[in-house]
């Protein structure tokens, strides 16, 4: 069973009671980002967890507010449809502060959609606290768990109840927890990318539904969300990450930290495309941004979206300034899109599976020698300092994703920026690694001593020597 195949428990409650806690405490480490304040959550954000013989899913969920309008009210669409995929659900309360007129209305919703309920009363971190917890049997359901996500007081109680009540099929899962294979596995897009350029909108249709929040206020996007999707016979995670600005404009510790949740990500990215509002260009926060995918080593595409909103005498002119000022980024395919009429789309995940092969390409050490040899003839290293003559030796391919490549040389120091350019321009233009970056090392090449041949050599010498002395017979 795979894991989208695998049962769903939805964590659903009204704002700020603790629902990114128990996620983080069910899924592991800290994937979903955690503050002393509603509506920190936005998004329907997906992990997985093993409770003894059992695996199943886990949907972490904004804060279910009936009454809430704009953005807390596009966040209640996006928990009832969390609600409407969930085979259970955990309704998470705020034990401390006691069942409010709001949990009494996501009650009632919870009661309508006829899904099974269990209660998870938080924030329970004493005697005291757990006395109190008996208070949420007023909102009608049998069973009731106090628990404290923070230190893990009650979990696994809960655990052994939320289990009991999953389908047979959860507790015949298949070997988990093997790594793969190098190249195996779906390839992870992120989408990268300043605040309000497009990112959840170009998400939302690849998947062809409203899976992650958009809103037109910036910064919507707070946890890094993680989606799987099937195209043209290979599997993506498309990763919807929070819109990054310059850490002098960023003001509040949420921001902070979902900027810093979306750098990581593109540790974890075998893609990164850098998406740019077609309005304006890039720009240099865009350029910044575009140097850290750079450093990063990951596969790179640069996506110009909302291009239905640009006139088409000024697309070209976009496309221009975007890669004067991304220059350093040129072998990175630049696409123009449109969210809104899906013009462009679904070449954004051709082109991401196409750089990924490019950047997983393997010369053989003959193949590298060969072209090294018709580069030295054409065009030998520039002489060092002092006139000295600087000799490449050979070259062999170190590693892939990105491509890195050793040559041997005499004096690595005298081989200037100039000439190692020039060097990897002559990979790609033989090999293409279009989309990738090139990683190119020069070391010291290590010479024999030849001042003192080896005592059997000298020896063999003096033999030859003396044959050639004696008279033929």
Not at 41 to 50: A, H, I
Not at 97 to 112: C, F, N, P, S, W
Not at 164 to 192: D, H, S
Not at 203 to 213: F, M, P, S, T, W
């Amino acid at each position: 069973m795979s894991d989208a195949e695998l049962p769903l428990v939805a964590l659903v409650g009204r704002p700020n009671v603790g629902k990114s806690s128990l996620y983080n405490r069910l899924v592991g480490g800290r994937p979903a980002l955690v503050e002393d304040g509603p509506g920190v959550t936005r998004d329907r954000r997906y992990g997985v967890t093993d409770w003894g013989p059992t695996r199943f899913r886990v949907v972490d969920t904004g804060g279910l507010d009936p009454s809430a309008a704009g953005i807390l009210g596009a966040m209640r669409q996006q928990t009832l449809r969390a609600l409407d995929e969930a085979d259970l659900v955990l309704f998470v309360i705020d034990a401390r502060e006691g069942i409010t007129a709001v949990d009494e209305d996501v009650a009632k919703r919870l009661r309508e959609s006829g899904r099974p309920v269990l209660v998870a009363a938080n924030k329970v971190d004493s005697d005291k606290a757990e006395a109190a917890a008996t208070e949420a049997f007023q909102l009608g359901f049998p069973e009731v768990f106090p628990i404290s996500a923070s230190h893990g007081r009650g979990v696994g109680e809960m655990l052994d109840a939320v289990v009991a009540r999953l389908p047979e099929a959860a507790r015949r899962p298949g070997p988990a927890g093997a790594p793969a294979a190098e190249g195996e596995g779906p390839l992870r897009l992120a989408f990268i990318g300043k605040p309000n350029v497009g990112k959840s909108s170009l998400v939302n249709a690849l998947l062809g539904e409203e899976r992650v929040l958009v809103h037109d206020q910036p910064g919507t996007t707070r946890n890094p969300i993680d989606t799987p999707l099937a195209f043209a016979g290979r599997e993506y995670v498309l990763v919807d990450t929070a819109g990054m600005r310059r850490r002098r404009a960023i003001d509040t510790l949420t921001e902070h930290v979902a900027a810093k949740m979306a750098r990581d990500q593109l540790e974890r990215a075998d893609v990164a495309a850098l998406v740019i509002d077609a309005r304006l260009g890039a720009t240099a926060e865009d350029a910044r941004l575009a140097s850290l995918i750079e450093e990063s080593g990951r596969c790179a595409l640069v996506i110009l979206n909302k291009k239905d909103l640009v006139g088409r005498a000024d697309v070209d002119a976009k496309l221009e300034s975007t890669r004067e000022a991304l220059n350093f980024l040129r072998y990175a395919p630049v696409l123009l899109t449109s969210a809104v009429t899906r013009a462009g789309v679904t070449g954004i995940l051709s082109e991401a599976a196409r750089v990924l092969d490019q950047a997983s390409r393997r010369i053989s050490t003959g193949e590298l020698n060969q072209l090294l040899e018709d580069i030295v003839e054409h065009k030998p290293p520039p002489a060092g300092r002092g006139g000295r003559h600087v000799r490449l030796y050979y070259a062999t391919q170190a590693s892939v994703r990105p491509p890195t490549f050793y040559i041997s040389t005499n004096h690595p120091a005298e081989v200037g920026y100039p000439y190692r350019r020039f060097l990897v321009n002559r990979l790609r233009e033989a090999y293409g690694f279009e989309g990738t970056p090139v990683r190119l090392a020069l070391r010291a090449h290590r010479q024999k001593n030849r001042s003192a041949p080896p005592p059997m050599a000298e020896e063999r010498s003096r033999s030859r020597k003396r044959a050639a002395r004696s008279p033929k017979r």
